[in-house]
T-cell receptor, first 113, second 112 residues
Framework: SQTIHQWPATLVQPVGSPLSLECTVEGTSNPNLYWYRQAAGRGLQLLFY??????ISSEVPQNLSASRPQDRQFILSSKKLLLSDSGFYLC????????????FGPGTRLTVL | DAKTTQPTSMDCAEGRAANLPCNHSTISGNEYVYWYRQIHSQGPQYIIHGLKNNETNEMASLIITEDRKSSTLILPHATLRDTAVYYCIVRTSTGANSKLTFGKGITLSVRP
């Protein structure tokens, strides 16, 4: 069966510091991968998605970037964090099927101080 | 994607069925109804989805009206662990960029 991992689970970073969040998927090949952010009390916002190695699509302009160095690895990065980057970051995966149901990881709680 | 409307909250006694309604009156013919839930501080969990026909799996049943303008998620025997925010989402499955748009959902509280 497929599993998705995210780390770290929680992170507290100062404003202006860099960020690297990692997501890995096991048990499947060539998945679609997604990064979402959930701000406190709000819905999920899609940040990036990837259909394959090195292929990244950005949904909204922001202070963040994403990379997919390996088939089942998705990384979310920032060179300089802003206060507004605080939130709950979720990675998700789906298969390349007609209904491509998305399955979410456990999330990373990021607090920027 | 079509918008959905859900009540803000509801409660249910443990062991009883929980029926969670969702209105999606502007749904298009090629849009699916998806349900996810999110337990506090965890990632959303996929529950079930459907297009026209009623669906059932090990977690829940999804009843979609004939005109597809509304649906009901049924948890047949609610437990305390089912307390969560439940999201009804309507989306077109057109590939990787078919993003999920989560609204505020309905908070289900299961009481002992």
């Amino acid at each position: 069966s497929q599993t998705i991992h995210q780390w770290p689970a929680t992170l507290v970073q100062p404003v202006g510091s860099p960020l690297s969040l990692e997501c890995t998927v096991e048990g499947t090949s060539n998945p679609n991968l997604y990064w979402y952010r959930q701000a406190a009390g709000r819905g999920l916002q899609l940040l990036f998605y990837s259909v394959g190695i090195g292929q990244i699509s950005s949904e909204v302009p922001q202070n963040l970037s994403a990379s997919r160095p390996q088939d089942r690895q998705f990384i979310l990065s920032s060179k300089k964090l802003l206060l507004s980057d605080s939130g709950f970051y979720l990675c998700a995966w789906s298969l390349h099927t007609s209904t491509d149901t998305q399955y979410f990881g456990p999330g990373t709680r990021l607090t920027v101080l | 994607d079509a918008k959905t409307t859900q009540p803000t909250s509801m409660d249910c006694a443990e062991g009883r069925a929980a029926n969670l309604p969702c209105n999606h009156s502007t749904i298009s013919g090629n849009e699916y109804v998806y349900w996810y839930r999110q337990i506090h501080s965890q990632g959303p969990q996929y529950i079930i989805h459907g297009l026209k026909n009623n669906e059932t799996n090990e977690m829940a049943s999804l009843i979609i009206t004939e005109d597809r303008k509304s649906s009901t998620l049924i948890l047949p025997h609610a437990t305390l662990r089912d307390t969560a925010v439940y999201y009804c989402i309507v989306r077109t499955s057109t590939g990787a960029n078919s993003k999920l748009t989560f609204g505020k959902g309905i908070t289900l509280s299961v009481r002992p």
